[in-house]
């Protein structure tokens, strides 16, 4: 399983995020790390696929980011007072 952080901005006023968010649970495990940032553990994708679907359920001039996390933090990734168990995570996924 490959870990990937997504990042999106959805700029119209009154957006309604389920459909993203929907679209982003569907993929595996996930952790709702920030408001529009999600890790997600994923099987068989690559970063582009997974922004090929989540740009079907996003307006056009909407912004996504997928970036994949290594496995074995080792320094590579860091966190501040994000609640919810984000290191437990990171341990089950990396």
Do not use: C
Not at 8 to 35: C, K, R
């Amino acid at each position: 399983m490959t870990v990937y952080e997504i990042s999106y901005d959805l700029h119209e006023p009154g957006q309604d995020y389920e459909d993203i968010h929907e679209a982003i649970e569907s993929l595996g495990p996930t952790f709702d790390a920030l408001e529009s940032t999600w890790l997600v553990g994923v099987s068989n994708k690559g970063a582009g696929d997974i922004a090929d679907e989540l740009t079907g359920v996003t307006d056009t001039n909407d912004s996504i980011v997928i970036t994949q996390i290594p496995e074995s933090g080792g320094g590579r990734w860091a966190y501040r007072n994000v609640s919810g168990g984000l290191g437990d995570w990171f341990d089950e996924h990396l």
